[in-house]
């Protein structure tokens, strides 16, 4: 059966590389000594994340998990420029979580339009006509395009909605849904009919709320039982739960036990789950005796609103509806603000500018810049290595590498490039 929900997904993503800086001299006719003239390499296209409101999961994605951004072109002579690639845009609906590959918080887009910069396209390399000075007055080489960014990502859904339906398989959920929406949920008589969230927008006396029927939950959905973690998360936007009770119960559990289970599932997945604002409903009151259940859960629940409806007649929809129009906006949206799983502090270092190890007779040299440096250095270039040699000489590489004691033939390894060490 093919998915038409899918609230996870892993995806891939590569920003575009910077173009190549171009190593170019103006030679015109009458025009002597023209000098270097190659343009700069295109920025790599960046790749953002999207919040639209027009999306409701992560369908459209799973066709193409491996993402790419186009890369920037190289320059050209005459000084002219490469053109700096397009970047490129993720659409993903209101209410997703980003998370890293190790489960990680990264970021949450609530709102539609909302946009995050996921990965960074690399720099345009370059050309010798950036490097002509004083004392070089015709340089011969170029800058490589930087990398882009690659990045594993993970989209996780949170629905947003104002009222979300939770209780056991059979409660009447999606019938309750189908009522009062012109949402179309498949509807059957045995458990875990819904295996995926419904939404439907409720229509009533001039206001208009969403309602998202989350599928069954049973006793350890809090553990991952049965579809546990997969949609507990979906009830942590709406602003009010409605918990719909079977007056029949589910199987040997009383409607009384019901409740209490499912009330002990939301507070241990979530100490604010437990905490939104719930309504119980007794559905089917069309059921012989739902009548003496409601009357029974009403005096346990003093202090809590307890309706009795009938989705299939329409017993009690009004009453409830009305009740709901009358509360809706006075309740704030609250997120899973202590969910300290999603929202770690980002703990910043302050790492050296570089480090030199020596292993199975090579010499490393670590460093963020130094190795980007490298890697965007022209290695088949004489003139451009001896750059890249100097600069090293300036920030304290060399003298690092003779304290290392270095040597003659010896192999230096900075990122993926390997050079043969001259003491020359």
Request: with cysteine.
């Amino acid at each position: 059966m093919e998915k038409e929900f899918l609230d996870k997904i892993k995806l891939y993503l590569k920003a575009g590389d910077g173009g190549n800086g171009c190593v170019s001299f103006r030679r015109e006719k009458f025009v002597p000594l023209g000098g270097p003239d190659g343009g700069n390499g295109g920025k790599g296209g960046d790749i953002y994340i999207v919040a639209s409101k027009d999306i409701n999961n992560f369908i459209h994605l799973s066709f193409k998990p491996h993402i790419r951004a186009e890369d920037g072109e190289d320059g050209k002579g005459s000084n002219m420029d490469g053109k700096s690639a397009n970047d490129t845009f993720i659409y993903v609906p209101c209410g997703t979580v980003v998370k890293d590959e190790n489960e990680n918080f990264i970021c949450e887009l609530l709102k539609d339009g909302e946009k995050f910069l996921i990965a960074k396209g690399g720099r345009g390399g370059r050309g010798n006509s950036s490097f002509k000075s004083s004392v070089n007055q015709a340089p011969d080489f170029r800058e490589m395009g930087e990398k882009g960014e690659e990045k594993t990502i993970i989209l996780e859904l949170k629905l947003i909605a104002d009222v979300g339906l939770v209780g056991f398989p059979n409660a009447g959920k999606s019938t309750f849904l189908s009522r009062v929406t012109k949402a179309t949920p498949k509807i059957a008589d045995y458990p875990f009919t819904t295996l995926s969230p419904n939404i439907g927008v409720c229509f009533h006396k001039g206001k208009s709320f969403i309602i998202a029927d989350i599928p069954g939950l049973i006793e350890g959905a809090s553990k991952g039982k049965g579809l546990g973690h997969e949609f507990l998360r979906h009830i942590s936007r709406t602003k009010i739960l409605l918990h719909l009770v079977d007056p029949y119960g589910f199987y040997d559990i009383d409607p009384l036990n019901c409740i209490k289970i499912i009330e002990n599932e939301l507070k241990e997945y979530s100490t604010t789950l437990s905490k939104k604002k719930k309504i119980i409903v007794i559905n089917k009151a069309d059921l012989t005796g739902s009548d003496d259940v409601y009357l029974k859960i009403k005096k346990k629940y003093k202090n809590r609103k307890v309706f009795l409806v009938s989705s299939v007649t329409g017993q009690g929809i009004q009453e409830l509806l009305d009740y709901l129009v009358s509360i809706i906006d006075k309740i704030s949206l609250e997120d899973e603000k202590e969910n300290v799983n999603e929202r770690k502090v980002k703990v910043i270092k302050v790492e050296k500018a570089f480090s030199v190890e020596k292993k199975n007779g090579k010499f490393y040299i670590y460093g963020k810049k130094i190795e980007n440096l490298c890697a965007r250095t022209d290695t088949s270039n004489e003139n451009a290595l001896r750059r890249f040699f100097n600069i090293l000489k300036k920030i304290g590489v060399v003298k690092e590498l003779f304290k290392n004691g270095i040597k003659d033939g010896d192999i230096v390894v900075i990122g993926n490039f390997e050079f043969e060490w001259k003491d020359e």
